[in-house]
């Protein structure tokens, strides 16, 4: 990005802070620091050698070591994606979330808003506080109506209030302290790399497995789907060119003519149809899908209204749902060595999913 010499990412072990890693080390002359704890769902394979990026092993936990990581990097500018993000590890687990993302958040705010302090006057100008955050702090919709920024907060998970803290921090250091901050809010995103205990990767792996593909409750719930890349561009827009304690949502409609809006079943029927063409197994995959006990306070549907961040920065999503989850599913089937090293990396799936 324009004028941006020197970014610090957190959670850049993770499956989008990677893939914003990525394309900034091969898109970008900026240097690159990834701050990460490396928790269950990081994995740094896909990011290769480069002298212009350095992995910082810091838990934002640490309020001393997330002030001397900040001081390593001396940002212009900051991505702050890091934070536990799976819901229903949320609600087995409420307490490792709000020490992620909210006393973590709190951490880094404090780092970085004494960095900024410091910074000579046309470095001070220029520097952003860019807050990477989801559409479920706003809850969940009916049938009719999107999520925009006007939008009020009505968090209902562990996760989601979790993360709707920590958007009040980070505007709350900007309207209080003057921290230059920009913040979007992204449904849910899809693609390569993502750790196999979300929906779309579990779909796959059980459909390769022959096992059972669990879907919670009738399966009618909606989520609004990115492919990550899309995402990627989204962040890069509103980090360098986003108004200054501007909001923007993000989501994955189109001008494709075909809906990024699904229900579960029809996710989940999609991957089948692709699975039976690319590996055939004698019956159809839709057969494996299984309807399991709903997740307690299941959100029934997302959909963003992404007009702003289209109409002021000119962002649009380059994928249908279609043409991602084609590349997702090819992607999977080419890397299913990486989702057996990762997976055995944690329990919870073991004992709740049950993976290949
Ligand atoms: P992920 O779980 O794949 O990766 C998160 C990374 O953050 C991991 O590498 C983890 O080690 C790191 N991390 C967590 N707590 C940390 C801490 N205390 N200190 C240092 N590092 C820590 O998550 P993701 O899906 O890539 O999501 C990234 C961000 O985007 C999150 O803030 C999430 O809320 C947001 N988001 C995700 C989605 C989605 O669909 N995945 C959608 C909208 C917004
Ligand atoms: O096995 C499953 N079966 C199933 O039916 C899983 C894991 C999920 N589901 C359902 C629950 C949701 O309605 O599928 C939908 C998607 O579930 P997840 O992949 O867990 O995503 P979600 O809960 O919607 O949250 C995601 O999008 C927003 C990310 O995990 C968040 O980090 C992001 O903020």
Known sequence: PERVHRVLITGGAGFIGGAVVRRLLEGSQANVFNLDKLGYASDLTSIRQNDRYKHLHVDLADSAATSAAVVTADPDLVMHLAAESHVDRSI???KAFIESNVNGTFNLLQAVLSHWEKLPEERHQHFRFHHISTDEVFGSLGPIGRFSEITPYDPRSPYSASKAASDHLVSAWHHTYGLPVVLTNCSNNYGPWQFPEKLIPIAILKAVAGEPIPLYGDGTNIR?????EDHVEALLLAATRGGLGESYCV???GDHGSPSERTNRDVLETICNLMDSLRPYGAPHTRLITRVSDRPGHDRRYAIDAKKITNDLGWKPRHSFEEGLE????????????CQKVSSKSDYLGQRIGLP
């Open 327 to 338: 590349a997702t599913v090819a992607w999977y089937l080419d890397n299913l060595d990486w």
């Open 92 to 94: 087995d687990g409420p």
């Open 251 to 253: 989501g994955g409609a």
């Open 224 to 228: 609004d789907w990115l492919y990550v």
